[in-house]
């Protein structure tokens, strides 16, 4: 490997960024993945580009194919992230559910009576809006996030950033009702053509109406939106 | 109600077995319907016994339409259980996952190695072979049986006794091989006409593979089934 490749790569680790390296068999030609930026002098088109991000959401390192020959992308995935708006009853139960399953949790309430560490022991809770708290954080393509708080103050703002970004899960609470209601703001913010990827109603319809219940279906469709081939 | 009928309703609570009340409406004659037995003198047709044990597994009271008119249908549930055969690090995440889902959870596992409390906090663990566990827990149509030991000697005589009781749910750890060596076992037992309710594989196909993303696809197969309509 090229040492400014190298040097590049072991910067993004340590930065937590999720890196893809791919090379071409025939030669050993290498390049680097970086969300939408590609270092290094392969031409990958927007076919391998989504299969590549397909891949390291997953973390499933192997050959696809190309114009240019066959490649190896060897996928250097992070802990994927679970960012929740909302430190609700249903928040109380996702949070230590999606932790036990991998996920590095972080959940977003400006409402100080609710984002105790005693009401969520053990995640990383923030009291800042959720505006500033996405933008901190980042929302790449290994990011889940789901919006509980039921207040479009806190929701709105998030699903926006989210809208924005390539996180790969985006899920919101709220009856059909609420969910119309939102769709009309979001639109009015011109976001029209990016709705379709809230999930609403949130979660897989296992048939359960208790906080943990719908934690469970929230839990499942993320992991299956994870693993979408 | 008769003072006979309550008393009975009384006992059968107190043994912590889910019951249903059953009022015609049209001159409030009263029945308990308790699993397959029905105390008192009201005629239910198998449809209605069914659409009963539904709601009951959903713990949804209301009106059931019959040939004796509309009949009130009052929901005692218990908590539902989980049986989880095997100790494994699968059972590490289902385990308190299901407990937090409101599942009284008990774990099966003979190998005292496994089976520490330090292992599995905060759930009940038994170190009795399956079938003297099995047969001592009764299950019934609130209880969900889920095998992930990968020891036929563990697993078999739990599903032995799944298989021969009303239990809503019953899933097999396995790959599809060892599920066919599992189904030609099971079947010289005579139990091929059962066979169909085993699930497996086991779980949802969420596409993750770690212990703790297959014990959310289990956990999120059980609501499912717990909630069928």
Known sequence: MKAAL???MLAERAAKRAVTLVTRLADGVQVLVIGDEVVGELDLGPEQ??????RLRSDKSGVLESSEGALFARCYAQAPRMVIVGAVHITQALAPMAAMAGFEVVVVDPRRAFATAERLPGVT????WPDEALARIGLDAQTAVVTLSHDPKLDDPALIAAL???CFYIGALGS???HAKRVARLTEAGLAAALPR???PVGLDLGGRSPAEIAVSVLAQVLQEKYRT
């Open 6 to 8: 190298f040097e590049r």
């Open 49 to 54: 580009m989504e299969e590549i991000r397909r």
């Open 198 to 200: 809230i999930h609403a």
């Open 164 to 166: 924005q970004s390539p």
């Open 176 to 178: 059909s009702r609420t």
């Open 125 to 128: 809770v923030t009291t800042e």
